[in-house]
C-alpha cells in the first residue's frame, strides 16, 4: 500500500513532469512547424504530409523530452517542497534518501522504459518515414514547385526560368539552361513547356513548344543553333534511396553484431538514452536541496548545466566510437560511470556519510 507521503512526492513529480514536457514539446514543434511550412511553399513536401512529418517529428523529439523533462521536474517538485520547507519537515521526521527516491522510482522506470522503446524502435522507424516522405516529395516536385518570374533549379542540376505558371507543371515563357558532362552549355527559349511522364518511373520529360534551342562551349564560336515546334528534355528524378542504410534509420537489431563503427556507436547511443533518464533522476534529488525560502529556481541553473555537460558526453563519445578513437567495450559506459559517480558522491556529501566514516577511524 502506497504511504501518503510517496503519493505526494510522485503526484507533485508527475504533474511537473507533463507541465515541462508538454512546454518543450510545443517550442519545438512550433519552430518545426514554420520550418515545414517553408518546405510545402517551396515544393520540397506535399501538402497532405505535414501532420505525418509533425507527429514523427514529435516522437523523436520525445526521445530527448522525456529524460530532461523528468530531470527538471524532479529538481522543480523538490525545489518546491524545499522553499515551502515541506522537505526540512520531512527530513525531521526521519525520512531518508530512501523515501525520497521511492516514489522517484515509480516515476523513472516506466519513463525510462518509454525512453527505450523510442530510442530503439519508434524513433528510428519515424526517421525513415520523414526520409522517404522527403525523396517521395523531390521526385514528385520538379516543374510544380516552379513559381512565376523566379529562378529555380531542377533535380539534374538545370536552371528553369518561367514568366507565367499556367497550371501544375505547366508553364509559358520558358528558359532553360544546363550543363553537360564535357563542358557544353545547352540553352533553350520557348513559348510553352510542360512536364509529362514516361514509361521510366525514374525519368520525365520537359516537353517545350515553339523555340529555340542552343547548344555550344562558352568562349568559342562552335555553337549549334536549332528552331523547334516540339522538344522533349528527359531528366531523371531523384533516386528512391533506402534510407534505412543510414545508421540513424537501421533497426536496433540490425545494428547487433554489425562490425561498422557507425553502426557501433549508433547501438551504444541508443542504450545510452534510457540509462542516462535514470541516472538524471538520481542525479536531480541532491541538486534540488536547497535552503528554505530560496527558491524553487535557485539551482536549475546548474542542472541544466550538468544536463548539457552530460549530453555534449555522450555525443562526444559516439563520435569517438565513430572514428573508432574508443573500443566498443568502453563504449559510452565511462559517461555513465561519471555521472552516476558524481551523484553518489553529492548523496554522501549531503547525508553526511563522510563525517561518520573520519569519526569511525577517529575512534
Known amino acids: 500500500m502506497l504511504r501518503i507521503l510517496d503519493r505526494y512526492i510522485f503526484r507533485e513529480v508527475i504533474q511537473t513532469w507533463l507541465g515541462v514536457t508538454l ?29 505525418d512529418v509533425i507527429g514523427l517529428t514529435a516522437l523523436q523529439y520525445l526521445t530527448v523530452l522525456i529524460p530532461i523533462g523528468l530531470f527538471l521536474s524532479i529538481m522543480l517538485a523538490l525545489g518546491r517542497l524545499y522553499r515551502d520547507s515541506e522537505m526540512p519537515a520531512m527530513l525531521a ?47 514528385q516536385a520538379d516543374l510544380a514547385s516552379i513559381e512565376p518570374g523566379t529562378f529555380a533549379r531542377g533535380s539534374d542540376g538545370a536552371v528553369v526560368y518561367a514568366e507565367r505558371v499556367l497550371g501544375p507543371g505547366v508553364v509559358e515563357n520558358v528558359f532553360l539552361q544546363r550543363r553537360s558532362d564535357n ?14 511522364d514516361s514509361d521510366d518511373p525514374d ?13 555550344g562551349i562558352p568562349g568559342t564560336a562552335e555553337f549549334q543553333v536549332m528552331e523547334f515546334a516540339e522538344h522533349g528534355i528527359p531528366y531523371q528524378l531523384p533516386g528512391a534511396e533506402n534510407t534505412e542504410s543510414k545508421p540513424r ?9 554489425s562490425k561498422d563503427s557507425f553502426d557501433i556507436a549508433e547501438l551504444h547511443f541508443r542504450i545510452a538514452v534510457p540509462i542516462a533518464t535514470i541516472i538524471l ?7 534540488s536541496r536547497s535552503q528554505p525560502r530560496q527558491g524553487r529556481y535557485g539551482k536549475l541553473a546548474i542542472g541544466l548545466l550538468v544536463f548539457i555537460v552530460y549530453f555534449n558526453l555522450l555525443s562526444a563519445g559516439k563520435t569517438w566510437l ?10 559510452l559506459w565511462w559517461v555513465h560511470g561519471l555521472m552516476l559517480g558524481f551523484g553518489l558522491a553529492m548523496i554522501a556529501l549531503q547525508n553526511g556519510v563522510h563525517r561518520r566514516i573520519f569519526r569511525s577511524r577517529v575512534v
Do not use: H
Open 281 to 287: 533522476a538520481i542525479l536531480a534529488v541532491p541538486l
Open 93 to 139: 521526521c526521519r525520512v531518508g534518501p530512501g523515501g525520497i527516491y521511492r516514489p522517484i522510482t515509480w516515476a523513472m522506470l516506466p519513463l525510462a522504459v518509454a525512453v527505450g522503446w523510442l530510442s530503439m524502435d519508434i524513433g528510428p522507424q519515424a526517421l525513415s518515414k520523414i526520409e522517404r516522405i522527403g525523396v517521395e516529395a523531390r521526385r
Open 23 to 51: 512546454v518543450l514539446l510545443l517550442i519545438l514543434l512550433t519552430n518545426q512547424f514554420a520550418r515545414v511550412l517553408g518546405d510545402v511553399a517551396k515544393g520540397r513536401l506535399p501538402k497532405d504530409a505535414v501532420f
Open 183 to 196: 563542358g557544353q552549355v545547352e540553352v533553350v527559349i520557348a513559348e510553352r513547356g510542360e512536364q509529362r
Open 249 to 257: 534509420a537501421k533497426p536496433t537489431m540490425a545494428l547487433f553484431g
Open 322 to 331: 565513430e572514428s573508432e578513437k574508443l573500443t566498443p567495450l568502453v563504449g
Open 203 to 215: 525519368t520525365r520529360y520537359f516537353v517545350l513548344r515553339n523555340g529555340r534551342r542552343y547548344v
